[in-house]
């Protein structure tokens, strides 16, 4: 099963810069998504906008059929940019494999500058438990920084592409797993 989550949502609207909340950009992407996987018949369960990370944390079943998809957008000083995928840090290689992929695609799509596949010890936090719900793929993926203009204009005109190759990287890895 796929789970795709908007990282932030009406409780936490994460961080704003530029004119935006992360947690509109992060629910507009995850619904582009969704779009796409409609199309290619895919089946995924979705955060909800009303619910907080733990209970939507606390319906994700565990199994080494499941992808995790967490989609934020970072945000610092206005000249930071780049895109970054985290994994757990013991995370197993079908889930740095999935990060790469990712990156690559949003690398590829956007032109912003490339900032890795990082364990999650090396972002802000020690521990990021949505990596945790035991399912056989995870990945948090930084899109870009909120406060940098450029990357979210980027983000913005790459995004029905964005949309439609992570639609096809989340069915691949969960044909994967099955």
């Given amino acids: 099963m796929i789970y795709l989550s908007a990282g932030h949502h009406n409780a936490d609207s994460g961080a704003v810069g530029n004119g935006y909340r992360e947690a509109d950009l992060t629910k507009e992407f995850r619904n582009a998504i969704v779009k796409e996987l409609d199309k290619l018949g895919v089946k995924y369960i ?15 079943k565990p199994g080494s059929g499941s992808v995790i998809l967490d989609i934020h957008f970072n945000s610092a000083t206005s000249n930071a940019s780049g895109v970054e995928v985290l994994v757990a ?8 494999l999935f990060a790469s992929e990712i990156l690559k695609t949003t690398l590829l799509a956007t032109g912003l500058p490339n900032r890795g596949v990082k364990k999650e010890s090396d972002s802000q936090h020690d521990r990021i438990g949505i990596l945790h719900r035991g399912a056989g793929i995870a990945a948090l993926v930084e899109v870009g920084f909120i406060s940098n203009a450029n990357d979210i204009k980027a983000y913005k005109k790459a995004l029905p592409d964005l949309a439609k190759s992570y639609a096809k990287i989340l069915k691949q890895f969960e044909d994967l797993r099955v």
């Fill in 46 to 60: 979705l955060d909800k906008d009303s619910e907080t990370n733990s209970q939507y944390q606390g319906r994700i």
């Fill in 89 to 96: 840090n013991d995370a197993n290689g079908d889930s740095r």
